[in-house]
C-alpha cells in the first residue's frame, strides 16, 4: 500500500511555516508497514486540488490530504472535494455535538461558521476529532482512499492515531513490521556508524537501521518487515541486544523514550528527588522535565535565576564568587548545585551558565559558551562546553549536554 | 514566474527529516517577488525523477530540485537529468579545483568519488559551490529552467544567495510581492474572520488574507501581488490598519513577532522587570521568554516551584492557603504573584497553577483546570481556564493564555 500526502495551504508555499507535518505522518505510516511514496504541497486552490488528486491517483492506493479545513473562507478542502466527487453536503450529526460541546466547554457561543463544521461531503465517513472543531474525513471512491485532516498538528496527529492508522491496519494485507529504538547521546552519528560498520553489514534485507540525529543525540532506529510479527521480534531484539553491547557508554533508553523520561525512571528506583537551575537554559529543562507525566514524584522544582541578584537570594551563590569569575564559570555552576541541595532540600540538582547569544559575548568568553554542573550531597560535578552562535540551539544543546551528563552521573548512584 | 521545488530523497519521504529547505527557498524566492506554486519530495529513483519533471514542465516555468548530489551510490540527481535530457557527461574544471582545494584545506586524500563530483551534464551551466563539493546546476531547455542545488542546508543556501537568486533576477519580468502579518490571541478563528467579513469582501483580487491558527493564538497574513512594490506596500498597509482597529482588543503583534517578544517590548518601553512562578506549565513560560534574544533586559528570572513546599519557600504562599484552598485555586496563584512582587523584588509578575494532566484530577477539579494570576503592586488579577485532557496542549495553551492576559494588562500600564 502506497501513499501520497498532500499538503493545502499557502502558509507552505510562502515558507511562512515548515511542515513538520509530513515527517511525523510519513513515520506513523512507516512504523504500520506503509510507504510514503511522494508528498505535495500546493495553493489552497481548487483547481490546484483537483489536479493534485487526477496526479496522486495514478501514482498511489491512498491519499491523505491536511489543511484548508477551518471554519474561514481560505479553508476550501471539503466544498472543493464535493464538487471532486460529484456530491452534495451533509450535516454530520455527532460532529454538530462535537462543535456544540466544544464551544460549550469554552463558554462560547456558537456561530453559524462554527455550525458549518458540522457539513461534509456526503459520500464521506466522518473521522471524529476530539482535539478540535474540524472532522477528518475518510473517502472511498474509485477503488483509492481519499483522507481529509485538519492541518493543526495535535488534532492531525490524534486523528491519525485513534482514526487513519487503525482503519488502514483494519485494510490488512500489510507486512508485519516490528521497530525497536535506541536513544543515545554524546556520541556523534558518523562515529556511532562507525561502531556498528560489522551490525549493519551483519543485518539481513529486510532489516534496516537508521540513524535519526538531534541535537547532541542519536537515535538509532532498527526496521523489520517480514510476514510473521513473533519472528522479527525475535530477530529485532537479537540485534538490538549487539547494539546495545556497542553502544553502552552512549545508551540512554531503549524504546521510544527522552532523557527527561529516563531520569525520571531513574530517580524513581532511587527514591530522590531532583531540582534544577537554570540561567542560559531559561527554563528549558524544567520545560522537558515537566512535560512528562508524573514529574512531579521526584522533581522538586527549578529556579530560572536570569538576574545575579536571584542567584544570590534563591541559590547563595556568593557576590564575591560572581565577582571574580562572572556568572558564567565553574564556580558559580557549582555554587548554584549547592544552593539546590541546601537550600530547596533536593537530593540532586543540575545547574546551566552560559552565554547563549547572538550577543553578550567577551574575548574569553564567547558566545556558546556554557557551563554546566550536576550532583548530590558530597559530589558535584562540573563541565565547560563551547557551541556556536544560534541562540535557540545553544539552548537546546545545553539542555541535552545538561541532562545526559546528569544521567551518566544517575547511573552510577547505587540503588539502596 | 512560478517556480515549484523538488526535494529529492528518501529520508524526507521516511519522515527522517524535517524538509526546512523547503520553507527557507520560498521565503527566499517570495522576497524577489518569485511564488512557489508547489513543492513536491519524491524518492531518488530515476523514474520518479522523471516523472516528477514531466508533471513540473506541466505547471510552472522554473524547477528547482533539491537533494541527490552527494559522492554515494544513492545520489542519482546529475545522472538522472543527463539522461533526462538526452547528453552525456563532462568534466567542469572550475568544480574539480573547487573539490581538490576543499580536500587539500581539510588534509584529505582526494578519493577517485570525490573527483566524480566535478563531472556534470554537458548542456548544465554550473554554479560553483563555495561551501561544498557538489556543484549546482542551470539548464535551460524546453523554454523552462531546471536548477539542481544540494540537499544539505547551508549548501543550498549559499548558492540560493550567490548564484540562484542573481539569475532569476536577471530573467526579469517579475512582479512585486508585498506580506504583511498580523499577531492575535484570545480569539478564535471563527469569530477574527466573522468580525473581518467586510475587510474579506473589500479585498481585491490580488490582495488574499489568511487566517494561520494555533494553540489560542492566531496569526492573519495578507499578501499582495502586483506590478509596483510601493503601491502594494501602500494598499496592504490600508488594510492593515483597518484590520489592526477593528482586532485591536486581541492584536498582539505587527509583523512576525510573538507573544514574549510583544511583552518584552512593552516591559523595556515601561522600564519595568517582571518574573515568572509556573507550576503547571513548568517553565514553558519562563523558556519562551528566554528564547528572544535580550530578554534580560526585563526578565529577571522564573521559579517552577512544582512541590508545595517550595510555593511556600520561595514565594511565601500561606501553608493555610494551600490546605484550605489547594495549589491549584486563585488564592495560590494570588499569593504566588504576591511572592514575585515581593520577595523576587519584581514589577510584574504572572503565576500559573493548574492539573495539566493526564490523571491527579478530582471531582472538583478536573484535568485541565488552570489557574493563572498576573499583575503589579496593588492590582493582581486571576482567572480560571478550563482545558482538556492533553498534558502538552494544556501546558501549551495554559502558557499562552496567561501571556495573552499578561500583555492585555501591561497595555493599560501607562507609560511614566
Known amino acids: 500500500m502506497k501513499v501520497e500526502i498532500i499538503t493545502i495551504g499557502d502558509e507552505i508555499l510562502i515558507g511562512q511555516i515548515v511542515d513538520t507535518n509530513s515527517a511525523w505522518m510519513a513515520q506513523a505510516l512507516g512504523d504500520i508497514g506503509i510507504r510514503v511514496h511522494q508528498i505535495s504541497s500546493i495553493s489552497d486552490q481548487e483547481a490546484h486540488i483537483f489536479k493534485a488528486l487526477v496526479e496522486a491517483e495514478g501514482r498511489v492506493e491512498v491519499i491523505i490530504m491536511t489543511g484548508g479545513l ?4 481560505d479553508d ?3 466544498h472543493s472535494l464535493a464538487k471532486y466527487f460529484g456530491v452534495g453536503m451533509k450535516q454530520d450529526k455527532e460532529a454538530l455535538e462535537n462543535v456544540t460541546s466544544i464551544f460549550a466547554r469554552f463558554n462560547m457561543p456558537l456561530l453559524e461558521v462554527n455550525k458549518n463544521q458540522a457539513m461534509v461531503p456526503e459520500n464521506c465517513q466522518v473521522l471524529q476529532n476530539l482535539k478540535g472543531t474540524a472532522p477528518g ?3 472511498e471512491e474509485r477503488g483509492k482512499i481519499y483522507i481529509s485532516l485538519p492541518g493543526v498538528p495535535h488534532e492531525m496527529k490524534g486523528l491519525m492515531e485513534s482514526e487513519v492508522i487503525p482503519k488502514l491496519l483494519e485494510k490488512g494485507n500489510l507486512p508485519a513490521l516490528v521497530h525497536q529504538t535506541l536513544l543515545t547521546a554524546g556520541i556523534g552519528e558518523s562515529f556511532l556508524a562507525q561502531k556498528l560498520e560489522p551490525i549493519e553489514e551483519a543485518l539481513p534485507r529486510h532489516i534496516k537501521l537508521a540513524y535519526l540525529p538531534k541535537l547532541g543525540q542519536v537515535r538509532l532506529r532498527l526496521t523489520a ?4 510479527k513473533p519472528e522479527l521480534e525475535k530477530e529485532v531484539e537479537g540485534f538490538t ?5 556497542i553502544v553502552s557508554d552512549h545508551l540512554i533508553w531503549k524504546g521510544d523514550g527522552t532523557l527527561s523520561q529516563a531520569i525520571l525512571a531513574r530517580l524513581e528506583s532511587l527514591k530522590k528527588t531532583f531540582a534544577t537551575a537554570e540561567s542560559c537554559t531559561g527554563g528549558y529543562i524544567a520545560r522537558e522535565i515537566t512535560s512528562v507525566p508524573g514529574a512531579s514524584k521526584s522533581y522538586l522544582g527549578g529556579l530560572v535565576p536570569y538576574s545575579n541578584a536571584l542567584k544570590i537570594q534563591l541559590l547563595g551563590v556568593k557576590e564575591e564568587t560572581l565577582t571574580k569569575f562572572g556568572a558564567v564559570s565553574e564556580e558559580t555552576v557549582r555554587e548554584m548545585v549547592k544552593g539546590l541541595l541546601e537550600r530547596i532540600g533536593a537530593d540532586f540538582g543540575i545547574a546551566t551558565s552560559g552565554i547563549a547569544g547572538p550577543d553578550g559575548g567577551t574575548k574569553d568568553k564567547p558566545v556558546g559558551i556554557v557551563w554546566v554542573a550536576w550532583g548530590g550531597k558530597g559530589i558535584i560535578q562540573a563541565k565547560k562546553f563551547q557551541f556556536g552562535k544560534d541562540r535557540l540551539v545553544n539552548i537546546e544543546r545545553s539542555a541535552t ?3 545526559t551528563q546528569f544521567l551518566t552521573f544517575l547511573k552510577e548512584v547505587p540503588l539502596e
Chains 1, 2 share one sequence.
Open 70 to 73: 477551518g471554519p474561514t473562507k
Open 225 to 228: 518487515f517480514g510476514a510473521s
Open 137 to 139: 474525513m475518510w473517502f
Open 241 to 245: 541486544q549487539k547494539i546495545m553491547e
Open 76 to 78: 476550501i478542502t471539503k
Open 401 to 403: 549536554v545538561a541532562l
